[in-house]
């Protein structure tokens, strides 16, 4: 079975740091670019940030640039998001996504987690 | 940045209706553009990628096209499990989505 499954969510302070975690399985993930994507509450889809499939290319929201990093460990079919210097416009449903291509420039994501909750207030 | 500008924000229609979804790059994306169809509670569905194709196992009432830097998804027919909100998406450079389109039963 194909499936995303997201993990590493929670209530955290405005300024802190949280690691949210990818693991996939039923698909060549190496083979893929991943992608992370929040809907905040009430709002609409805002991508966040997106890898290549060998990590060579990377890129992200201006919203987040310079305080989140994606990452992804091929051996182990994980995507990783680390979010610091967290603010409350941060709070928001985070899914992980696979692209149909290897590459940024991708044809579109296919294949998509079922989030991880995000809550950053005092 | 590219910015997505999708409209309209909300449209209703009645079962059976044609429906056209519009949105415009502010520069040029190539064929770089993908539509999803997103319900509450449930993780978005691609419908269309790079413009034009069918994604796997979506009905072909929906159809993509382009003119210039203007792209336009079109459900033939509105059946009632189409109600949703709608999503075009550039993966030309980085990526962006537009603002989304509420598709409401009249």
């Known amino acids: 079975e194909v499936q995303l499954v997201e993990s590493g969510g929670g209530l955290v302070q405005p300024g802190r740091s949280l690691r949210l975690s990818c693991v996939a399985s039923?698909?060549?993930?190496?083979?893929?670019?991943m992608h992370w994507v929040r809907q905040g509450p009430g709002k609409g889809l805002e991508w966040v940030a997106g890898?290549?499939?060998?990590?060579?290319?990377?890129g992200y929201a201006d919203s987040v640039k310079g305080r989140f990093t994606i990452s992804r460990d091929n051996a182990m079919k994980s995507l990783y998001l680390q979010m610091n210097s967290l603010r409350p416009e941060d709070t928001a449903l985070y899914y992980c996504?696979?692209?149909?291509?290897?590459?940024?420039?991708?044809?579109?994501?296919?294949?998509w987690g079922q989030g991880t909750t995000v809550t950053v207030s005092s | 940045d590219i910015q997505m500008t999708q409209s309209p924000s909300s449209l209703s229609a009645s079962v059976g209706d044609r429906v056209t979804i519009t949105c415009r790059a502010s520069?040029?994306?190539?064929?770089?553009l993908n539509w999803y169809q997103h319900k509450p509670g449930k993780a978005p569905n691609l419908l269309i990628y790079?413009?034009?194709n069918l994604q796997s196992g979506v009905p072909s009432r929906f159809s993509g096209s382009r003119s210039g830097t203007d792209f336009t998804l079109t459900i033939s027919s509105l059946q009632p499990e189409d109600f949703a909100t709608y999503y075009c998406?550039?993966?030309?450079?980085?990526?962006?989505f537009g603002q989304g389109t509420r598709l409401e039963i009249k």
């Open positions: 996504t696979k692209d149909k291509n290897g590459w940024l420039r991708g044809y579109g994501m296919d294949v």
């Open positions: 039923g698909i060549s993930f190496e083979d893929v670019a």
């Open positions: 890898i290549s499939w060998n990590g060579g290319g990377v």
């Open positions: 520069q040029n994306i190539d064929k770089f």
């Open positions: 790079a413009t034009s």
């Open positions: 998406q550039q993966s030309y450079s980085a990526s962006t």
